[in-house]
Each structure stands twice: as C-alpha cells, then as structure tokens.
C-alpha cells in the first residue's frame, strides 16, 4: 500500500449538453443530492468529491458556461470559470463524439494557453452507430492543440470512464485531503438557487422589498433529469408576507418563473421548482435562525 496521498482539482469543461453532470455523477456513483442545511460561500460552482484510500480527486463542474443568457449572474460565472482554469491541476475537456461545434471551438479557445494539462474525453461513444468513423474523428480533433490524452468514453454507460480516472489520478501532486472523505459536493447549487430567487425579488419589487428576507432551500433533488426544487421565502409579517405574494398571486409567479429560467440556464436541466412564503417573527434577531436560514450577509 501506498502511504503517498494525492489531491488535487480537476475542472471538467465543455459546451452544455455533452454530458459532464453525467460523468459526475457516474463516478460519484450517486447523483448529487443535496441535504444539509449549511449556510453556503459565494462559489459558483459544483464540486464533485471523490475521495479513495490514496486520491482525493476534487472535480469542478462547470455549469455556468453558456452565452444564452447574458445577465450579470452570468458574466460573473464566466469570470469564475476563467480563474477556475487558472488554479486547478488537471484539465478534461469534454466533447461529444462525431461533433465538433463552435461552442467546442470557443473553449479550446479558451483552455489551449493554460499551464495546466488538458485531457480530451470524447462523450457519448455508445451512440455511434457506424464504429469505424470514431478513429477518424479521433484523428481530426486530436490535431487541435497537445491533448496529453485522449479518451473516448460514455458516461452514460460508465464506458472508460475507470480509465478516464486513472489517468486524472497520476496527475495529481501530492498533497493531504482537503474535504472529509465522505464529502461528496460543496453543495453550492442550492446557494444560487436561493439567490437567483432573492435577485428576482429584488427586481421585481425594489423599494417595496422587506429588507428582513432570506431564502432557504428545502429540497434540491435530481430526478429522471428534472430538477426538484423547493424554496421558502422567509418574511417577519404577515403584511410582508402579502407584498411578496402580490396580487391573486402574480408577484411570486413571475419571480419563480424567472428563477426557475436562470436555474435551468445554470444547471443545465429542467427545473420543477416550488416556493413558499413563510413567516418567521423572529429570525433576524436570531443568529442561530440566520444560520440555518443560510443568510450569509
Ligand atoms: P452537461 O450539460 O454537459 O452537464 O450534460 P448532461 O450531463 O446534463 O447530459 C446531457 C444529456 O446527454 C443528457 O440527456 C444525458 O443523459 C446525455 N448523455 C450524457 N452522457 C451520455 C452518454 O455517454 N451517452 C448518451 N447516449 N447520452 C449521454
Ligand atoms: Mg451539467
């Protein structure tokens, strides 16, 4: 047995769609799930925690990396995703198979500077139907900067994907763990759920907002690609609580469905998402309540 212990970042990048929450969650083994209540850090991001006797391999999902939407939420996320290219120790550029769009241009754009090592991962190879076309392929894309390696693989069906970790491993210099070992994510996602709620509130209702407002999230699970989520908007009154209901309801309607359409930019799935209002007359003058309110201002 090894006594050496290897830890590092790994950031998993690619155009939406090419299946880097699948390979997350395959090699989790789990979707990530999200059930504590932790007040959470401004990180924009997802971590994926995979932590072995001698590796701790800590994937940064990137879900924020898309044009579609160009709000300040997401120039922000974008700069994220810059500097999380800067700081991590093992690229893995992920692409779809027989498909070379560009969205894939513009980040190899993006990546083919870095200090880092970049690992091309060819998704979806279970989809090809004529197998002889994927060594062409291959071929084609492997010319477009100095992949360190290249890999084929189907996250879906879990193709690969052992090998695809094995060489990320190697990579990784030595250092001790930095998350217990049965951490799985950083859970951030909840976070931006809440606050995209919170942003949308405070658009729609400016001057009128109650200030003494937190919103937590009570659900946040992953099911047959839809994302479930159940959000509390916490109020001090009843009349509060009526401002952020409006009227026969339209004020909370046109907030939740402009969070739910941030969300599913964000994280890349249908979003089911319900909210509630709340009141809780106490809660800003309790520091314990603010806590788990996961107020964090
Ligand atoms: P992301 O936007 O890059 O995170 O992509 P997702 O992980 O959300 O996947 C996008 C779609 O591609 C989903 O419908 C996945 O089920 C599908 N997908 C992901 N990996 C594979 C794969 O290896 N094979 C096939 N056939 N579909 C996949
Ligand atoms: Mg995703």
């Not at 950031?11 to 769609?17: E, M, S, V």
């Not at 999380?84 to 198979?97: G, K, R």
């Not at 989809?127 to 890999?151: A, Q, R």
Request: glycine share 6%; aromatic share 8%; proline share 4%.
């Amino acid at each position: 047995m090894s006594e050496v212990f290897h830890c590092g970042y790994v950031t998993i990048i690619g155009r939406p769609n090419v299946g880097k929450s699948t390979f997350l969650n395959k090699i989790l083994g789990q979707k990530i799930s999200i059930t504590s209540n932790k007040p959470q850090t401004t990180r924009w991001h997802l971590l994926g925690i995979k932590t072995s006797l001698t590796s701790q391999v800590i994937y940064v999902d990137t879900p924020g990396l898309q044009t579609k939407y160009n709000n300040a939420m997401n120039r922000h996320m974008t700069r994220e995703v810059m500097a999380s290219l800067a700081n991590v120790d093992v690229l893995v550029f992920m692409i779809e198979s027989m498909k070379w769009t560009d969205m894939d241009e513009h980040i190899l754009n993006l990546i083919k500077d870095r200090s880092a090592p970049v690992i091309l991962a060819i998704n979806k190879i279970d989809k090809i139907k004529n197998k002889e076309k994927l060594l062409p392929f291959i071929k084609e894309v492997s010319s477009k900067m100095g992949f360190l390696k290249i890999l084929p693989i189907s996250a879906r069906k879990g193709d690969n994907i052992d090998a695809l970790e094995n060489v990320v491993k190697a990579l990784l210099p030595e250092a001790p763990p930095e998350y217990p070992d049965d951490q799985l994510s950083d859970q951030s996602e909840r976070f931006f759920a809440a606050e995209f709620i919170r942003e949308k509130l405070i658009r729609k209702l400016g001057d009128e907002l109650p200030y003494r407002l937190s919103v937590s999230i009570d659900q946040f699970v992953l099911e047959e690609n839809i994302l479930h989520i159940n959000a509390n908007i916490w109020t001090v009154s009843r009349s509060q609580k009526k401002i952020i209901i409006g009227k026969d309801g339209s004020v909370l309607k046109a907030v939740g469905e402009q969070a739910r359409r941030d969300m599913e930019g964000m994280f890349g799935h249908k979003v089911f998402l319900q909210t509630w209002v709340k009141v809780k007359k106490k809660w800003v003058d309790d520091i314990q309540a603010l806590k788990q309110l996961g107020y964090h201002h």
